[in-house]
């Protein structure tokens, strides 16, 4: 069974910085895709950004994060990690990690349908 722990969320100034870190847990050796996602109440929720750690890292950004954020995987393999710069107020919003196993159904969009697995989220609030 897979879980997902999200952390490294908080309140952060506009033009900063914050990187989030998202722990796994029971993933198989079938490889898997990451991503998160973002939600603000009343909204749907929004693929950010993913990374096809199945075939060879392969990463997607959207583009109201491209240039700014970056998805990364840990060199242990079981930590995937966002990095967002320059945030402004219209990235506050909750953040979740999600995955599914044997790569990304898509390289050119991150839709919340194709995700099996998620997290409970973190909290980003920009001001």
């Known amino acids: 069974h897979v879980q997902l722990v999200e952390s490294g969320g908080g309140s952060v100034q506009t033009g900063g910085s914050l990187k989030l870190s998202c722990t796994t847990s029971g993933t198989t050796d079938s490889g898997y895709c990451m991503a998160w996602f973002r939600q603000v109440p009343g909204a749907e929720r929004e693929g950010v950004a993913q990374?096809?750690?199945?075939?060879?890292?392969?990463?997607y950004y959207a583009d109201s994060v491209k240039g700014r954020f970056t998805i990364s995987r840990g060199n242990a393999g079981n930590t995937v990690y966002l990095e967002m710069n320059s945030v402004n107020p219209e990235d506050t919003a909750m953040y979740y990690c999600?995955?599914?196993?044997?790569?990304?159904?898509?390289?050119?969009?991150?839709?919340?349908?194709?995700?099996?697995?998620w997290g409970q989220g973190t909290q980003v609030t920009v001001s």
């Open positions: 990374i096809d750690v199945h075939r060879g890292g392969g990463t």
């Open positions: 999600a995955a599914r196993l044997y790569g990304c159904l898509r390289q050119d969009a991150v839709m919340a349908e194709d995700f099996v697995y």
